[in-house]
């Protein structure tokens, strides 16, 4: 079990930035339990479980690749934290794999800079905990077309995994990937993973998570981006599996003009927990941000959306946008909704929209007024909501997939009589 | 000679408002009639509830190529051939026009015959470029009466509804939808065809015109009964067969 109060002695052979951050996070831990909902950041959610209850994974050694899409210029496995690098021909001026094995100082600099270890106990135990993770390094000047990948897995029952990743795109230079989140169903894990990025000036960088984690693990993502001037960042996110699974996902946008894209589309079903809570900080002039959510929920699942945009004092000419549309599918299912806005300048647009309802009466009727029959017409109004997300996924090689996975999801439900 | 429709004392309500008072009309196939009236006389809830659209509660028969539809849901209808044309066809954000006439092709009865129409229609009507467009999103008002038209086509009906199918159009576009109109004749086909201008009837030959009223079939006959809605309106016909008017004495004592 892993004992939340007393951290076992820290291992001699850890480069001491793994060790400092280790140090730090274990004295953060010892005051830190299980979140309450009367905190803003909880609210809404019963998170059904106690991390204290829960064993630390030993690591795996992954020999293999379980998706769908594989990059060929770089490919890194994640097996309960276990790190192995399975496709990697990478292009110059990129590095990509493991921390430990690096050695590189900018490396040492970033890993674990970008999430406060004691923010909430789960952030404290990943970092009390972690000792390694995988790192993206794009040098100044290089352009990749094809997106990386990583395949982040749990399969211990009972035990916390902690998979770490660190990006660090440098000025003028552009990449993308694609992490997939696995477990077989049944497995009972906790995932506590963190993602950190930083972009360089006039850089681009793009990060899509396809989270489809078997329907008894218990996930808590923390991602966050640093932007430096004209950067972009895009981070798309598309949950499907899960008992609980939840990212908290903070940009700061501090370079002037630098512009934040993000998108998601999600669907829960059965008692499953999708929990979202975005945070962005626009602190440079110039700054735009853009973000847009489809959720739906069927049979007792539950989804939370809150989003916070916070334009600082100096942050003048900032454009920041939130949607977020919701299906509610069942009765017993439900949605929250919380798009918040918190403006300190006065020269901004700011705009934010949210709904939630059942699927469109006029549609289903002019649909069967077509000969379609209830069934067939509800999958079309489904694919057609969730349509408005999946063609901003980046990826053109993973749009199919995701529409197919989104549809066996809804077809599910209703040949079970859910929806 | 088949009746494509043929309605017997249809009457209508949504909540405690009666829409359709008794409605009677056939409609032979091979034919075109028109039905025109005011607006508020009925003739849109007329459509829907041949559609089947369950906001209405609605009494009487509907027979369809002689079989009766009334208690069938809106899809069964549609699949029975009942073909409603939209004065407001509904924006489905997401779906593919090309994909909707694939659903469409996958529900009724001769999948490879259905796409074979709608490839002939596509080329026809021009509409290659909008089947990767979703359905009726960011169209003009004469694209989606085409994309309505194209459906026609394809769906192959016993009965077209076509509901007010030139209301927000030019010229143009009215002259070319009453062209297709025409060439969708067929000796299978009806085609009830609602209107409240006579506009449209310049471009076509109808073979009868209906007037509605207050939520009944009042007149019927040739063209000669456009022509005149032509010159002296509907006032005529609204004061022998309207609503009687409010008497205001009544009135005032119902309100005490």
């Known amino acids: 079990m892993v004992s939340l109060k007393s951290h076992p002695p820290i291992d001699p052979t850890l480069p001491t930035w793994i060790a400092d951050l280790q140090h730090s996070a274990a004295a953060a831990l010892a005051d830190l339990s299980m979140p309450s909902p009367k905190l803003e950041e909880w609210r809404y959610v019963d998170l059904g479980f106690d991390v204290g209850t829960f064993g630390m994974a030993a690591k795996g050694q992954p020999s293999s690749l379980d998706i769908p899409f594989r990059s060929e210029v770089g490919a890194l496995a994640v097996t309960d934290g276990g790190i192995a690098e399975l496709v990697n021909e990478l292009p110059t001026g990129v590095s990509f794999g493991s921390v430990r094995r690096s050695g590189e100082d900018y490396v040492a600099e970033r890993f674990g800079a970008g999430i406060p270890g004691g923010r909430d106990v789960f952030t404290a135990i990943h970092q009390a905990f972690a000792d390694d993770g995988a790192f993206l390094h794009i040098s100044s000047g290089t352009a990749v077309a094809e997106p990386f990948t990583l395949e982040i897995s749990a399969t211990q029952s009972g035990m916390i995994s902690l998979p770490h990743l660190t990006v660090v795109v440098e000025d003028n230079a552009e990449a993308s990937a694609i992490v997939y989140f696995t477990s077989e169903e049944d497995v009972e894990a906790v995932v506590l993973s963190q993602v950190e990025v930083t972009i360089g000036k006039n850089s681009h960088f793009k990060l899509t998570v396809v989270q489809q984690w078997g329907d008894k693990t218990r996930a808590v993502a923390d991602v966050a981006y640093t932007m430096a001037d004209n950067a972009t960042g895009t981070f798309t996110e598309i949950g499907l599996g899960g008992a609980y699974s939840r990212i908290r996902f903070d940009a700061k946008l501090v370079g002037n003009g630098s512009h934040m894209e993000i998108v998601g589309a999600y669907f829960g079903d059965s008692d499953q927990v999708l929990d979202y809570r975005y945070f962005l900080d626009h602190i440079g002039v110039g700054t735009t941000s853009n973000m847009f959510l489809k959720g739906a929920v069927e049979d007792d699942a539950e989804s939370v959306f809150t989003g916070m945009i916070r334009i600082e004092e100096g942050a003048q000419k900032a454009n920041a946008h939130q949607t977020n549309r919701n299906l509610i599918l069942s009765d017993g299912a439900s949605a929250q909704s919380v798009p918040n806005l918190e403006i300190l300048a006065n020269d901004v647009r700011c705009g934010h929209g949210s709904t939630m309802g059942p699927l469109d009466k006029d549609q289903r009727y002019y649909l069967m007024s077509r000969g379609l029959d209830k069934a067939q017409a509800d999958r079309l109004q489904v694919k057609g909501f969730f349509e408005e997300a999946l063609v901003k996924v980046p990826h053109q090689q993973i749009r199919d997939e995701l529409r197919i996975a989104i549809n066996d999801k809804f077809v599910a439900a209703q040949s079970e009589g859910r929806v | ?256």
């Open chain 2, 1 to 256: 000679m088949s009746l494509a429709l043929s309605v017997r004392s249809l009457e209508a309500k949504i909540g405690d408002l009666q829409i359709l008072k008794g409605v009677d009309l056939e409609v032979p196939a091979g034919e075109v009639h028109v039905l025109m009236g005011p607006n508020g006389s009925g003739k849109s809830t007329l459509c829907h509830v041949l559609t089947g659209k369950d906001d209405y509660q609605a009494t009487g028969a509907i027979l369809v190529d002689g079989v009766d539809v009334s208690d069938m849901a809106v899809d069964e209808r549609a699949r029975a051939g009942v073909f409603q044309a939209f004065q407001y066809p509904i924006q489905i954000g997401g779906v593919l026009l090309g994909e909707l006439m694939d659903e469409m092709a996958e529900a009724s009865p001769d999948a490879a015959a259905f796409r074979a129409r709608t490839a002939a229609a596509v080329e026809t009507l021009h509409m290659e470029p909008f089947m990767d467009r979703a359905v009726n999103d960011e169209l003009s008002g004469g694209e989606k009466k085409r994309s309505e038209m194209l459906q026609l086509a394809a769906v192959q009906p016993k009965i077209a509804v076509l509901d007010e199918i030139d209301s927000g159009l030019d010229i143009d576009a009215v002259r070319e939808v009453a062209e297709l109109v025409e060439r969708l004749r067929s000796p299978e086909l009806g085609v009830l065809l609602i209107t409240h201008y006579s506009r449209i009837l310049r471009y076509m030959k109808p073979d009868r015109v209906h007037v509605m009223i207050d939520g009944r079939v009042v007149k019927s006959g040739g063209i000669e009964v456009a022509e005149e809605l032509e010159s002296s309106g509907y006032d005529e016909l609204r004061k022998r067969f309207g609503p009687r008017p409010v008497d205001e004495e009544d009135d005032f004592l119902a309100d005490l």
